[in-house]
């Protein structure tokens, strides 16, 4: 049984996004750590 | 014109780049550290961003991008879905990292929380277990490092194997846990943000139904959502990472380095950030077979489709992501490795009175022995990155009942778990060799649970669980 295409690309799109995400969130937090005085 | 996608020169000049700013940013950090906490666990006080960070960097290593895509390009989508459920393993260290910060408020390391709770049978046996695991991985990172140099520049592989080892050791040396930490939160940026821009160009240039189109006609095994060696591979894969996670004390010496109330949602958020990270590397692979690119090596499948996509440009950026993920691992792996040697066997069983200067400095040496045995094993090129990567499953698997049993359920003895551990790997060893590497983790795992029921069944003891706060103890009695 093959995967169809419409699964495929949604496979790709969505474990893109979530890679595309990740840095966002990381600065986020190292903004919010640094303002906080929470780093160390 | 050169057959590499990057000049010699140009890998060199990275190199020497990433080399300066890492070791001089790793003795800037290590300027903190004045006890051995401080240099061991960063004063357990890391916060959350960093803490995530470093969860998710860490558990993206040479296999997250190099042998995640060649899983993929043997086994197919299950390659890439199948290595992408290793997220579990941080997925479900979460909940055990908040257990082990309040059972051990004073701990070190893995080797120290199987002493206490298990007894010194079971520890020798975890010791054997974690020195041969950590070995295996560190060789896999030190070989990934000079195939990647070698493959992408031209530069030799001995050479380019010497320079990653001696960075990462540099700057470990430094700085202790704290660069390691810091260091790792800019390597997860830039791991992140290169490989979504490469698969981020190979979709634009290539076209994902193009891909599907090629493989449904050329390769209908890659698309297979039933392939029974991938799938048997997927729950190999998942018990592989648990094992992996739950006994290294990469990941104990993190838990125990995060403030106590950021050790869950780091290793939550860390592992939900790496979930879709193979997927992304995998994926790569895939546009191999309508770029009629067939590499000499499959764990190089990766980085020859980015090359020859994105040209020079995706040779850098490909480079430097690899180049990053080997870092963010090596000298975690070193670091905890060195905490494991120091606290278990130098300061627990040689000399219990050393000194908090003592420790530091045999902590230090032990970097550097780390670096130079990684270093002598790596230089003849023994085995694939996959090969290496999965003997080392029969190995942890075994301990993934132990260690959660031994957090959570006071009846299972250390003479069960020393039992379990040491059968587990045998029979994965056997599995690996009798059936295939995909199942080395699965047997491993069985057989150990199925001990470690036995053990609980028989079992009408009880652990105190007080006795795992040792230095308390010790305090007490001064």
């Known amino acids: ?40 | 014109m050169t057959e590499f996608a990057l000049e010699t020169s140009t890998g060199i000049t990275i190199i020497i780049l990433f080399g300066v700013f890492w070791v001089a940013f790793g003795y800037w950090l290590g300027r903190k550290n004045r006890t051995h906490e401080d240099f061991a666990l960063a004063g357990r006080n890391v916060g959350f961003a960093f803490a995530a960070a470093t969860a998710m960097a860490t558990w993206v290593t040479s296999n997250t991008t190099l042998v995640a895509p060649q899983l993929t390009y043997q086994f197919g989508i299950w390659g890439m879905i199948g290595y992408s459920f290793a997220a579990l393993g941080l997925i479900l260290f979460a909940p055990m990292a908040k257990r082990i910060k309040e059972l051990l408020p004073n701990g070190y390391t893995s080797g120290d929380f199987v002493r206490l709770r298990y007894g010194n049978l079971a520890w020798l046996v975890f010791v054997v277990i974690s020195v041969v695991y950590a070995f295996g991985w560190l060789i896999s990172l030190g070989m990934a490092g000079g195939i990647l140099l070698e493959s992408l520049s031209g530069l030799d592989y001995h050479i380019g194997m010497t320079t990653i080892l001696v960075i990462c050791v540099g700057y470990t040396l430094f700085g202790g846990m704290r660069a390691v930490i810091a260091t790792d939160f800019i390597q997860a940026l830039i791991i992140i943000v290169g490989v979504s821009f490469i698969a981020y160009w190979l979709i634009d240039n290539v076209g994902l139904d193009s891909i599907h189109s090629n493989l449904t006609a050329e390769h209908p095994q890659l698309l297979d959502l039933l392939f029974p060696a991938a799938v048997m591979f997927l729950f190999n894969n998942i018990f592989f990472g648990l094992g992996e996670i739950f006994h290294s004390n990469v990941w104990w010496s993190r838990a125990l380095s995060f403030k106590k109330d950021v050790a869950y949602k780091a290793y939550l958020t860390g592992g939900l950030l790496w979930l879709p990270i193979p997927i992304v590397t995998g994926f790569i692979a895939l546009a191999a077979p309508q770029l009629g690119i067939f590499p000499p090596s499959p764990d190089m499948i990766g980085p020859t489709v980015a090359a020859a996509v994105l040209g020079k440009v995706g040779a850098i950026i490909v480079f430097v992501v690899i180049f990053s993920a080997l870092a963010s691992s090596l000298d975690s792996l070193l670091a905890a490795t060195s905490d494991l040697v120091t606290q278990d066997i130098f300061h627990k069983k040689l000399k219990p009175n050393a000194s908090d200067k003592t420790l530091m400095r045999f902590n230090r040496s032990c970097i550097l022995g780390l670096g130079i045995m990684t270093w002598l094993l790596c230089l003849p090129r023994i085995a694939t990155l996959g090969a290496l990567l999965n003997f080392a499953g029969a190995f942890v698997a075994s301990t993934i009942w132990p260690i959660l049993l031994g957090l959570y359920q006071r009846r299972l003895t250390g003479g069960y778990a020393a039992f379990a551990m040491a059968l587990g790997t045998l029979s994965g060893m056997l599995g690996y060799f009798a059936v295939g590497f995909y199942v080395a983790a699965l047997v491993s795992c069985a057989i150990s649970g199925l001990i470690c029921l036995v053990g609980i069944i028989r079992s009408d003891k009880q652990f105190d669980w007080d006795q795992l706060n040792e230095k308390e103890q010790v305090d007490a009695n001064q």
């Open chain 1, 1 to 40: 049984m093959l995967i169809n295409e419409l699964a495929f690309e949604w496979l790709i799109f969505l474990a893109l996004l979530m890679t595309g995400v990740a840095p966002i969130l990381l600065l986020g937090l190292f903004i919010k750590d640094f303002i906080s005085k929470t780093i160390w």
